[in-house]
């Protein structure tokens, strides 16, 4: 047995459930015995003589020594996220595009081969087909729903499979547990993004995940206030791959921002239920206006992966609604971007940004915002037109949101 001194974890009874933990886990009080968790707002920690510098700085005891890869907030939220998503460790970073950057640099070399949903986040294409291919790292853009497309993409040189569930912003759904077969079977990890759903409605790691990445700055804050990221994981992906790039490189959650989203978790079960319970009544609605062509929601049936979507996220569709304005007969891309716009812009009440997680619904158009960095090429092949918009339902009233929205499909 080691004798490695371990920072001590806080003293649960075995088995409690996500909301106990969400509002427990951490680290034990300080002598002071404060009920909310303590902000340490320190770059350093002072040492107790030099020897036990050496011992620290050389991983051979647990301590705190620096906070770009050390702090007590950091490490509550790191425990908190961890013990939801049912991982043994998680690592903070700056942002949820900075842990896939993390990902990447600590899973990945030159000649190294991933295969991602094209269908993901336009930061995460941009990151992975354009960036990391400087470096080497060569991706190939797949289905998200085709399982055989995935299985054909496998090289001998395939080490990552990285898919979004549900995506941003169809909301496609993939099959966790098939994809993980996949990965197994060609010796390569699976990274799942669980921004969506978040633990409180979804575990990838139940069906096969190796690795959960997290922007904390969507529901897991919940109120759009910080920037913040994460990977869930085994103990030793987070001890001999991530933590020697983070002590290097530093992509480091601030303590601050680690301990606003930290409070955040402990509603996060309760605003997502919430804020699931509208966007399923809100895509219900939006299914019956003249005005509109198409909904994009796991929750509904008329949604193509809608059994997959309630078998693997507890019944539910999230709280992310996209959908298509309609367009007279050979209208075109720049009508039914203008007609879109109309929409939009005819809220009051939504917030026009392309942050979501929010407690504020907020509204965007995904071609010239969150993918508008991506080429109409790609953008079509991920199936996001010029007139396709995407809410964020928050907690607003779902009858002023219903009346936002008809302030502008009624007048198109």
């Given amino acids: 047995m080691s004798d490695k001194k371990i920072i001590p974890r806080v003293d649960l009874p075995d088995g409690v459930r996500l ?8 680290l034990p009080r300080s002598p002071w015995g404060e009920n909310s968790e303590a902000l340490f707002l320190t770059s350093s920690f ?9 011992a620290r700085f050389a991983n051979e005891e647990e301590a705190f020594i620096y906070s770009r890869f050390t702090n007590p907030t950091v490490m509550m939220f790191e425990r908190r996220l961890a013990a939801m998503e049912g991982t043994e460790a998680c ?11 993390l990902l990447v640099m600590g899973l990945l070399k030159a000649g190294d081969h991933v295969i991602c949903s094209r269908s993901v986040f336009g930061s995460t294409i941009m990151l992975l087909g354009r960036e990391f291919a400087k470096f080497g790292i ?11 497309e995935w299985r054909r993409a496998v090289r001998p040189t395939t080490k990552l499979l990285f898919a979004e569930s549900p995506t941003n912003p169809l909301t496609e759904v993939c099959d966790i547990r098939a994809l993980s077969a996949i990965a197994k079977g060609a010796g390569a990890l699976l990274a799942v ?40 994981c085994s103990e030793r992906l987070v001890s001999e791959n991530f933590m020697p790039v983070m002590r290097s490189a530093g992509m480091s959650l601030s303590p601050f921002n680690a ?11 309760i605003r997502m239920r919430a804020q699931s319970d509208s966007a399923l009544k809100l895509a219900a609605w939006l299914e019956q206006q003249p005005a509109v062509e198409r909904v994009y929601y796991p929750g509904l049936k008329s949604h193509p992966q809608h059994e997959l979507a309630m ?14 304005v309609n367009v007279q007969a050979g209208g075109g891309a720049a ?17 026009i940004t392309a942050n979501l997680g929010d407690t504020k619904s907020t509204i965007t158009h995904p071609a010239s915002t969150s993918h508008g960095r991506l080429t109409e090429e790609q953008r079509l092949a991920a199936g996001i037109t010029q007139g396709m918009i995407r809410v964020a339902v928050g907690l607003d009233d779902l009858e002023d949101l219903k009346a936002d929205l008809l302030r502008g499909l009624a007048s198109l």
């Fill in 311 to 324: 078998a693997q996220q507890s019944g539910s569709g999230g709280a992310v609604v996209s959908f298509i």
């Fill in 138 to 148: 060569e991706t190939t853009f797949v289905s998200q729903t085709d399982v055989d």
């Fill in 91 to 101: 690592i903070a970073t700056s942002s949820g595009m900075s842990a896939i950057l």
């Fill in 46 to 54: 002072v040492q107790p003589d030099a020897a036990s510098a050496a």
């Fill in 259 to 269: 301990w606003v989203v930290l409070k955040g978790l402990e509603t996060l079960s």
């Fill in 335 to 351: 009508l039914a971007r203008k007609n879109a716009f109309h929409v939009i812009d005819s809220t009051r009440i939504c917030s």
């Fill in 193 to 232: 993004d669980n921004c969506f759903c978040s633990p409180a409605l979804q575990k990838p790691i139940d069906y096969g995940a190796d690795l959960i990445i997290h922007s904390g700055t969507k529901y897991l804050d919940g109120q759009g206030r910080v920037i913040a990221g994460a990977i869930c």
């Fill in 19 to 26: 909301d106990t933990l969400a509002v427990r886990e951490g």
